[in-house]
């Protein structure tokens, strides 16, 4: 589990490497009206793709009313990326989410599948909502990309420390495993 300390490096470091600033902030809250309009069928579009697999459609199923309550979930978090509170909560929940996906057995590889296709979906509908204005969507998308690897970022890393704290192993014990295994494979 990291503390609040570790949680704001972690946020403050993505936002620097993704080279996440203030223009990215004023584009993602101009298009939040623009956005709201998507959330609805973003959430169809979204649940639609996880019932093409067996593995997340029975995820979806394992429990009554999960689904509802996960597109409301969706809607909500799709609505917050573009409501310009790009703060330690914002990073917390980030965090939470990647958790909650570790106690729900849901495989970090589904997640970072479904960015790329919330990435997809975000850009059609700039280019609908700009078409043929491609100065102005360019910079609007570079936002928009900025804004998910660090959402993936902070999911990522809540979502296996998460998993690595369900061993009961430390990070000093699984990095020291690590470059032994590492090491041996080298030699061969």
């Known amino acids: ?12 470091e993505t ?24 959330a609805d069928p ?20 394992a429990k009554p009313g999960r689904e509802a309550h996960l597109k409301i979930t969706l809607i909500d978090w799709f609505n917050n990326l573009f409501a310009g509170n790009y703060d330690i909560n914002y990073a917390s929940d980030m965090m939470q989410i990647g ?19 919330v990435f997809q979906f975000i850009i059609s509908a700039l280019e609908s909502e700009y078409e043929g204005k491609l100065a102005e969507i360019e910079p609007l998308q570079n936002s928009v990309a900025k804004i998910l690897s660090i ?15 369900s061993t009961g192993w430390s990070m000093t014990l699984l990095k020291k495993m690590a470059t032994v295994s590492i090491s041996k494979k080298l030699k061969k």
């Open 42 to 61: 973003l959430a169809e579009y979204f649940y639609d793709r996880l019932h093409r697999l067996d593995t997340t459609k029975a995820i979806l199923e």
């Open 99 to 117: 958790q909650v996906h570790v106690a729900e057995k849901v495989d970090q590889r589904y997640l970072i599948s479904m960015y790329g296709m």
């Open 15 to 38: 936002k620097i490497l993704t080279g996440f600033c203030e223009e990215d902030k004023a584009n993602l809250i101009a298009l939040s009206p623009v956005m709201k309009k998507y």
């Open 151 to 165: 959402d993936m970022a902070m999911m990522m890393e809540s979502y296996f420390l998460e998993l690595l704290d």
């Open 1 to 12: 589990m990291m503390t609040q300390k570790e949680k704001e490096k972690l946020f403050e």
